[in-house]
C-alpha cells in the first residue's frame, strides 16, 4: 500500500490563479519534505516541515503540516507558467531514506 | 559549489546488456542516495552510502544490480545483465546529514 498518497494527481490552472496540493501520510510523520521537478531535471528541494503546525513559505509557495492528521498542503498564490512540473512530498518516517508521494502534476496556462 | 551530478543523462541498451550509471555528489557530502522511478510510479529508494559503506540497501530489486562507492566519493550503479523493467529514472542525491537531500538531474534509462 501507497504509504504517503498525493491529491490531485494532476491539476491544470490558468495563470494566476491559487491552488492546493495535498499530502497525506497512512502513518506517523516524522518530518514531511516538498520537492518539485520539471521535466527532465532532478528534484528541486523547496521546503521541509518538522513539526506539526509548522508552517513554512517560499515566494509564493506556502506548506503547512497536521502531524495530528498525518497531513501537509502545499499552496501556491498566484500562479505562473514557472510553477508548472511535478510536486513531490516526501517523508523518511525516522530512517534516513526518502518515501516518496505519488506526486501531482501541475499544468499553469496563461 | 557545484551540485550533484548524473551521467549519462540517457542511456539505451537491449535487453541482457550491462549499463553503469555514475554519480557524482556535492563534495563533502558523506551520504550519498540513489533511487529510482519506473514508469507510472512513485520514486523508490534503492540504497544509501555513507562514505564507502553501504548503510542500507533494502531498495535495492535483486542481485542484477551492483553500487559501489570506491573511495566514499562518486558512485556508481550497474545493472547486469539489464531487463526491460529496469527501464526508468535514476536519480542519485547526496546530503551532509540526513535532512535535506540534494538530488541529481537523473540517468534515464531505457531497455529495449
Known amino acids: 500500500s501507497q504509504e504517503l498518497e498525493q491529491s490531485p494527481q494532476s491539476l491544470i490552472v490558468q495563470e494566476g490563479k491559487n491552488l492546493t496540493i495535498n499530502c497525506t501520510s497512512s502513518?506517523?510523520?516524522?518530518?514531511l519534505y516538498w520537492y518539485k521537478q520539471k521535466y527532465g531535471e532532478g528534484l528541486i528541494f523547496l521546503m521541509m516541515l518538522q513539526k506539526g503546525g509548522e508552517e513554512k513559505s517560499h515566494e509564493k509557495i506556502t506548506a503547512k503540516l497536521d502531524e495530528k492528521k498525518q497531513q501537509s498542503s502545499l499552496h501556491i498564490t498566484a500562479s505562473q507558467p514557472s510553477h508548472a512540473g511535478i510536486y513531490l512530498c516526501g517523508s523518511r518516517y525516522n530512517t534516513d531514506k526518502l518515501i516518496f508521494g505519488t506526486g501531482t502534476r501541475l499544468q499553469v496556462f496563461p | 559549489e557545484a551540485g550533484v551530478t548524473q551521467f549519462p543523462s540517457h542511456s539505451v541498451i537491449e535487453k541482457g546488456q550491462t549499463v553503469t550509471l555514475r554519480c557524482d555528489p556535492i563534495?563533502?557530502?558523506?551520504?550519498l542516495y540513489w533511487y529510482r522511478r519506473v514508469m507510472g510510479k512513485e520514486i523508490k529508494f534503492l540504497l544509501h552510502f555513507v562514505k564507502e559503506s553501504k548503510q542500507d540497501e533494502s531498495g535495492m530489486p535483486n542481485n542484477r544490480f551492483l553500487a559501489e562507492r570506491t573511495g566514499g566519493t562518486y558512485s556508481t550503479l550497474k545493472v547486469q545483465p539489464a531487463e526491460l523493467e529496469d527501464s526508468g529514472v535514476y536519480f542519485c542525491a547526496s546530503s551532509q546529514t540526513s535532512y535535506e537531500q540534494y538530488f541529481g538531474p537523473g540517468t534515464r534509462l531505457t531497455v529495449t
Open positions: 563534495s563533502g557530502h558523506d551520504n
Open positions: 502513518k506517523t510523520l516524522y518530518g
